[in-house]
Antibody, heavy 122, light 108 residues
Framework: QLHQSGPGLVQPSQTLSLTCVIS??????????WTWIRQSPSRGLEWLAR?????????DYGASVKSRATISPDTSKNQFSLHLKSVTPEDTAVYYCARDRPTGDYLMIDFWGQGTLVTVSS | SSELTQDPAVSVALGQTVRITCQGN??????ASWYQQKPGQAPVLVLY???NRPSGIPDRFSGSSSGNTASLTITGAQAEDEADYYC???????????FGTGTKVTAL
């Protein structure tokens, strides 16, 4: 299971921070990837970031957020976080964390968090 | 805008067949996965790779790929198949994952 937490309202120019707590698996698993995805009416489904461990940690980012996003696994708490800085109203969306299985070509997501609606507004 | 393009909406009579397509240059090199999303819920994986279904997904869902197009076919559509469907694969650079624009399937 994946349980998300984080604020529902973020002010423009601030940093959006979300956490996803993992139960039933390990963030250090070498057979899983840990992903953040968001969804809004204007942008549809959008892959944001992915973290996985294969001998060492790897982090990948979507083109639209690469300069602003950081994904951070925390092995001590078995969770991973997303930090998105300098947010604008365009970042308003439902944010999901997810577990995926390695395939290379596509995301094979078998578990999702419950989703968090984040609104960027003053 | 997404590099994977889908028709915005299609309709299907109950019991009939509907094909949902996903077009993009990257699909010449990469396979796709498909997700079903119902209102207020997270997406659910229904198909992946060449033509693979996760456990619990009915065999009326099938997939194919040719050239720059990946397809999801529902054979014998049921009322519960009414949902939004999204494809997913790599972008043309191969560095990033992208989702398709989504197709709303309406069961008549």
């Amino acid at each position: 299971q994946l349980h998300q937490s984080g604020p529902g309202l973020v002010q423009p120019s601030q940093t959006l921070s979300l956490t996803c707590v993992i139960s039933g698996d390990s963030v250090s698993s070498d057979t899983a990837g840990w992903t953040w995805i968001r969804q809004s009416p204007s942008r549809g489904l959008e892959w944001l970031a992915r973290s996985y461990r294969r001998s060492k940690w790897w982090h990948d980012y979507g083109a639209s957020v690469k300069s602003r996003a950081t994904i951070s696994p925390d092995t001590s708490k078995n969770q991973f976080s997303l930090h998105l800085k300098s947010v604008t109203p365009e970042d308003t969306a439902v944010y999901y964390c997810a577990r995926d299985r390695p395939t290379g070509d596509y995301l094979m997501i078998d578990f999702w968090g419950q989703g968090t609606l984040v609104t960027v507004s003053s | 805008s997404s590099e994977l393009t889908q028709d915005p909406a299609v309709s299907v009579a109950l019991g009939q067949t509907v094909r949902i397509t996903c077009q993009g240059n990257s699909l010449r090199s990469y396979y796709a996965s498909w997700y079903q999303q119902k209102p207020g819920q997270a997406p659910v994986l229904v198909l992946y790779g060449q033509n693979n279904r996760p456990s619990g997904i009915p065999d009326r869902f099938s997939g194919s790929s040719s050239g720059n197009t990946a397809s999801l076919t529902i054979t014998g559509a049921q009322a519960e198949d009414e949902a939004d469907y999204y494809c997913n694969s790599r972008d043309s650079s191969g560095d990033h994952y992208v989702f398709g624009t989504g197709t709303k399937v309406t069961a008549l």
